[in-house]
């Protein structure tokens, strides 16, 4: 009986204890900004069959929160304003580009030089066996034909950011802080080999977007300015009004991880065709929106869980339980 009544007290003080645990974690409230769980609507693009994702209005931190002296023109880091917007799931593939070549007479992406080589189209048709890889080889003006084509267009850097960070707050890339092979395309020694991938082969950020790091940096519409961050506007930042390079983000196979976080820029004129340079489209959203889709819910992140676990423990009341179990103990 002593040892009943021994124990049950023990578990009346852990339960205090929880109690106060609680009441701490209860003043945490986290945001959808910070990865909380959202539901995702994904459609078919109605020309090139393209799978999207519709990222919803809403605010994000756009540039690198380390500061001007790291990086000066992804600075100052601050809360931006954006419309909803459609977003292509994957980055383009030749076999997508192959349909636009064929149906517009456009130029197939060729290179007369050795290390375009392995990435040249010959007659019009993509190197063998590689129909799901990104295209590569096209300039930003053949990127925006095709976006044209399409009934689509190039993301804003802004766009491409915010999708890219797929809800999480100041993180250096789409999943968080640490990255590694698992994780993305990119050089990590020179023993490793390093490759072009067929889009997909990693693991999508939490708004369902492959590859928006590594693999191939992406076009985007904007002019580069190189301190366009300081001047731009808070709601739906384009760009600056002209200017002689435009922007592309997100990383290559043949970087290093410093270029494939979310904030990286780089930039080259409209023209420049290379070999770790594709792209993505996007689309204004409408209300309603333009395409009727299928809606799932985005895979949890370290705050959905966090999240989680506050509402299971808020709903749990633990003097109740364990006055109830004294109860049936004595």
Not at 82 to 105: H, M, P, Q, S
Not at 246 to 257: A, E, I, P, Q
Not at 310 to 328: A, D, E, M, V, W
Request: net charge neutral.
């Amino acid at each position: 009986m002593r040892k009943n009544v021994l124990f049950a007290l023990l578990l009346l003080a852990g339960s205090f204890v929880l109690l106060n645990c609680c009441a701490q974690q209860g003043d945490e409230t986290p945001s959808a900004e910070g990865g909380a769980q959202c539901r995702l609507t994904f459609s078919t693009s109605a020309k090139d069959g393209a799978l999207m994702v519709l990222i919803p209005e809403g605010d994000f931190f756009m540039g690198d929160p380390a500061g001007e002296e790291v990086h000066y023109d992804e600075n100052p880091c601050r809360r931006i304003h954006l419309d909803a917007f459609w977003i292509d799931c994957y980055e383009v593939t030749n076999r997508l580009y192959k349909r636009f070549v064929d149906e517009t007479g456009h130029r197939a992406p060729f290179v007369d030089t050795e290390w375009a080589r392995p990435h040249n189209w010959i007659n019009n048709t993509y190197p063998p066996g590689k129909g799901d890889f990104p295209v590569v080889l096209v300039s930003w003006d053949d990127a925006v034909a095709y976006a044209g084509w399409a009934g689509k267009r190039l993301p804003t850097e802004a766009e491409w950011e915010m999708a890219s960070r797929g809800g999480l707050v100041k993180k250096k890339y789409p999943w968080g802080d640490i990255i590694d092979d698992k994780h993305a395309n990119y050089f990590t020694s020179m023993i490793a080999s390093s490759e072009l991938k067929p889009v997909g082969s990693f693991p999508a950020n939490p708004f369902g977007l492959y590859d928006v790091a590594g693999n191939v940096w992406e076009w985007c519409g904007d002019w580069y300015g190189q301190t366009y961050y300081r001047r731009a506007p808070e709601a739906n930042p384009r760009g600056p009004e002209e200017g002689l390079y435009r922007v592309f983000r997100g990383g290559s196979w043949v970087n290093r991880d410093e270029q494939l976080r979310c904030s990286e820029r780089a930039r080259n004129v409209p023209s420049h065709q290379s070999h770790i340079i594709g792209f993505r489209c996007a689309r204004t959203a409408e209300a309603p929106p333009a395409f009727s889709g299928q809606t799932r819910r985005s895979a949890p992140t370290e705050t959905t869980v966090r999240s989680f676990e506050q509402t299971r423990i808020r709903g749990f009341c633990p003097i109740r339980y364990h006055c109830k179990l004294l109860y049936t103990i004595l």
